[in-house]
């Protein structure tokens, strides 16, 4: 989308994950571009990936749009739920269902919270998953 940048943020070295790219990139895909959908222009779409201690590996796309309402959030996985804003918008509410799936499929799972800024206004939504590393050998 024209006017939002987007950025990346990859730790030093290498972090892997047994998976399956093709899931996996769809995953990705689906959650840059409903981070783009909800960012305005001059706004900032961000992907995370980090290693966590537990384990696993956090894949998140941050956005500094307007959030998720917090009635809302329970359900945004669920297959076929639309925001309320945007069911008069094309789209099927099937994007995050498939990234929930994914993480299912590979042992992982999803999240979905807000940012806030001091004043306690939202600063945008945080949408991800965390898929277990692959064992060491």
Not at 45 to 51: A, D
Not at 60 to 74: A, Y
Not at 112 to 123: C, Q, R, T
């Amino acid at each position: 989308r024209r006017g939002v940048a987007l950025n990346e943020e990859l730790p030093s070295r290498a972090v892997l994950v047994r998976h399956d790219p093709t899931l996996v990139g769809q995953a990705i895909a689906n959650l840059v571009a409903n981070a783009l959908k909800f960012t305005p222009r001059g706004g900032t779409v961000t992907v995370v990936m980090q290693p966590l201690a537990t384990g696993a590996a956090r894949i998140v796309v941050r956005d500094d749009g307007v959030g998720i309402s917090p009635e809302e959030l329970p359900r945004i996985f669920d297959r076929f739920y639309r925001s309320i804003s945007m069911r008069s918008k094309p789209g099927s509410g099937l994007g995050l269902s498939i990234v929930k799936s994914m993480a299912d499929l590979h042992g992982g799972s999803v999240f979905a919270n807000n940012e806030h800024h001091p004043d306690g206004s939202v600063d945008g939504a945080r949408i991800g998953f965390e898929l277990p590393l692959a064992a060491s050998e």
